[in-house]
């Protein structure tokens, strides 16, 4: 692959101040972008300001939807330098996306590369009050300018960076889930487990009701039974019942969370009892009827760990550990943030290291 040439923008925007970041509101001053064709492949990568870009109303990706994308996270280090979390595991990901929709892969190695390129001409970006980060968001769509259903020719990367604050209004605290039994999300066989624009179309309208109804999230059910729970709809969900962690089997229907395997991975360490299986809504109603329920929790990279304190199914609502935090949700936020800032061991070199100057 070719080396990444650098255009520099000639008016950088202001860098705000950490308090006033939002989720996903403001971009920085450069991104990344590489073109594909048949012939040349991957090439032309570049690093250029962040501006709009021109495309025909013929574009493929707005007709036919093939796109995808990932979401990943930098963190200021406590000696100034920048620590991606996991991004190999994104990009694998990336690439498992890129084959269910007929897009050609990228070479992660030279994308990760390119990345702290980007993040070297942007770091200033980098947030350093607690509960920031930079927001990193790879994509690639379709660019033929076509009218038929048949893989484009042709596709263009990106990877745009965000700095974020928390990604719910809630921060930390507890957030309302409604239990969606009407609408469905994903099927077996189909793209649920995969970062493609199209699930996430499909879970807005329940979303949007759920909101209405003062909930924050959208809790799915399996699609052919609507009884077996699957996910949220930015994370992967946790229960712990009884002393045990269960969390939904990856099914097919179900994206597998980086933040969801960092978190077995963590619970196995410390030999708190956890188990991927199908976890149907009637088990979780009698574990919550008898108290067993003692926390449930979403897993997601945008907010890393989020405690559920309410939970309504059809007519049903059940308050979680009184509505509060639970211990193992906060020791969890607490060693995953501790790894991702710097300020835990990395034992399971999961940080990719950005050293930066000025």
């Keep these: 692959m070719e080396t990444v040439s650098i255009s520099h923008t000639s008016t950088k925007k202001p860098i705000p101040a950490a308090d006033k970041l939002g989720f996903g509101q403001l971009f920085t001053d450069h991104m990344l972008v590489m073109d594909y064709n048949r012939e040349q492949e991957w090439h032309h990568p570049r690093i250029e300001p962040y501006a709009p870009f021109c495309v025909e109303p013929s574009m493929m990706v707005f007709h036919y939807g093939q796109a995808i994308f990932e979401g990943m996270k930098a963190f200021r280090q406590e000696d100034g330098n920048i620590g991606i979390f996991r991004p190999q595991t994104h990009f694998v990901r990336f690439n498992r996306s890129a084959d269910r929709v007929c897009i050609p892969q990228i070479d992660a190695e030279f994308a990760l590369k390119a990345l702290k390129q980007l993040l070297e001409v942007d770091h200033q970006w980098v947030p350093n009050a607690k509960g920031t980060a930079l927001y990193i968001r790879p994509f690639i769509i379709a660019t033929d ?47 649920g487990n995969i970062k493609t624009p199209g699930n996430y179309a499909a879970s807005l309208l329940a979303a949007l009701k759920a909101k209405e109804k003062g909930y924050t999230q959208v809790l799915w059910l399996d699609a052919k039974e609507l009884k077996f729970l699957e996910e949220v709809g930015t994370m992967n969900i946790m229960l712990k019942i009884d002393g045990e962690v269960i969390t939904p089997l990856l099914n097919g229907s179900i994206l597998p969370g980086t933040t969801r395997d960092s978190v077995l991975t963590i619970l196995k360490e410390w030999g708190i009892p956890c188990a991927e299986r199908p976890i149907s809504i009637d088990e979780l109603l009698t574990a919550a009827d008898s108290g067993k329920l003692e926390e449930m929790f979403g897993t997601g990279t945008a907010a890393v760990i989020s405690p559920v304190g309410k939970l309504k199914y059809k007519q049903q609502k059940f308050k979680i550990n009184d509505g509060k935090v639970g211990p193992l949700s906060q020791r969890l936020f607490d060693h995953i943030a501790g790894i991702q800032y710097g300020l835990l061991p990395d034992t399971y070199g999961w940080l990719e290291k950005v050293t930066v100057s000025g």
């Design 145 to 191: 300018n076509f009218l038929g259903v048949r893989p484009s020719d042709t596709y263009r990367l990106f990877i745009i960076l965000s700095p974020v604050g928390a990604y719910y209004a809630e921060g930390f605290n507890p957030v309302k889930i409604l239990v969606e039994n009407k609408y469905v999300r994903a099927v077996q066989g189909g793209i």
